[in-house]
């Protein structure tokens, strides 16, 4: 503080009043301060965040922390995104549950009453009994595929929540915007034209307006980040050896075909999203490509062309996602004409040939039986009508 801003301070006295400094910095005589009162003021406040107004304003949230108009998105803004996002999802889900019946919304419907529901002291359905009741009892329509990510993102919120999280933020971004994607529809779809309260239902209204508005910064992200890929991966003439990304779910991992005579153990790095950046090996890229209840690579996964342990099922590619097909992660080529045996799921070549798609040993075994009946030993054969222990 310089001189002259000192002479125009005002000084406390000893009884508590003020005076003024003089311009010579002397202090006149001091006047008596005014008895303290309390100023009436108005009450504090109120929080009133009913269910939809509090879920639509959680992902007013998640719009402001993943939109990229006004500038980046950091890994922060992916965090409280991240878990703005699953509490909305509790929320809505929780809030369509209601308007079908309140006693939905209880965890325990035996222990569901009026008295619990208004003061709000119960234990609330999880998310994953919120949607397994809105798709078998309110006949909401969820996709495998979207309550999968509903997973997901539970999965990530718990982590950063409890535990802390290391991933990439992009993939997780992406993984948050599907859920987003569900939510809106969700919203326009099946919770608003539930609402029976007219004041309820156009706030809802209003504030989906708005939301759109913002999604467009988050959308146009991804669609423009991925048409640039697209455009990069055509010129390279790569297309044909780019997958859908486990992590990011992107058509955008591009694998590198190992060369000739080396060993796959020695060929870490064989793929890298071009969206996401994750890396992968061929070990891990097999443990989500391979059939259920493979747990570990076996002959089954023998590729027809460089006879590896690499051949992955259900695989999209870049050049036709359209039809997943089987797909050699080690020598990066995919099998139009590569099926599942009808029998045993084992996969074989039919080179196009028409007709039921069995493989050998099926075959074989299916002559046997022709022959000498059916190759299981029946207890009642023994005379045992119980079952063998």
């Known amino acids: ?63 402001d922390h993943l939109d990229e108009s006004e500038s980046s998105v950091t890994t922060r803004d992916v965090k409280y995104a991240v878990l703005h996002l699953q509490a909305a999802v509790e929320v809505l889900l929780k809030a369509r549950l209601l308007a079908e019946h309140w006693t939905l919304v209880f965890a325990d419907l035996h222990q569901a009453t009026r008295k619990k529901l208004d003061s709000a002291d119960f234990k609330s359905v999880t998310t994953e009994a919120a949607v397994t009741r809105l798709r078998n009892i309110v006949g909401v329509p969820i996709a ?17 929540q409890h535990f802390g999280f290391t991933h990439d933020a992009r993939a997780v971004e992406v993984r948050a915007a599907v859920v987003l994607d569900f939510l809106i529809r969700f919203c326009d779809e099946q919770l608003v034209p539930c609402l029976k309260d007219a004041q309820e239902k156009s706030g809802a209204e209003a504030g989906l307006r708005r939301l759109r508005e913002g999604l467009t910064s988050i959308n146009s992200y991804v669609h423009e980040r991925m048409s640039r890929i697209g455009k990069e991966l055509k010129s390279e003439g790569v297309e044909n050896r780019t997958i859908e990304c486990p992590d990011c779910e992107e058509l955008a991992l591009v694998l590198r075909p190992s060369p000739a005579g080396t060993n796959l153990d020695d060929w870490a790095d064989v793929a890298t999203c071009r969206f996401c950046s994750r890396v992968w090996d061929t070990e891990e890229l097999l443990g989500y490509f391979n059939e259920p209840g493979w747990e570990e690579p076996s002959e089954w996964n023998t590729c027809p062309q460089c006879n590896r342990w690499a051949l992955g099922s259900q695989v999209r590619v870049l050049s036709d996602p359209a039809k997943p097909v089987y797909f050699c992660l080690a020598c990066a080529i995919g099998f139009t004409t590569v099926v599942a045996c009808e029998r045993c799921e084992r996969p074989i070549h039919t080179a196009g040939d028409p007709g039921p798609a069995t493989c050998g040993l099926c075959e074989m075994h299916l002559e046997d039986e022709a022959w000498y009946g059916p190759s299981y030993e029946n207890p009642e054969d023994y005379g045992y009508a119980e079952e063998w222990g």
Do not use: C, I
Request: proline share 9%.
């Open 144 to 160: 495998d595929e979207e309550q999968r990510a509903l997973k997901n993102l539970s999965e990530d919120r718990n982590k950063l």
């Open 1 to 63: 503080m310089n001189d002259s801003e000192g002479a125009t301070t005002a000084a406390l006295t000893t009884e508590g009043g003020t005076a003024e400094a003089t311009p010579d910095g002397s202090v006149p005589e001091q006047r008596t301060a005014r008895p303290w009162r309390r100023l009436r003021r108005s009450g504090p406040p109120q929080l009133d965040f009913p269910p939809v107004r509090n879920g639509l304003d959680y992902l007013e949230s998640v719009v």
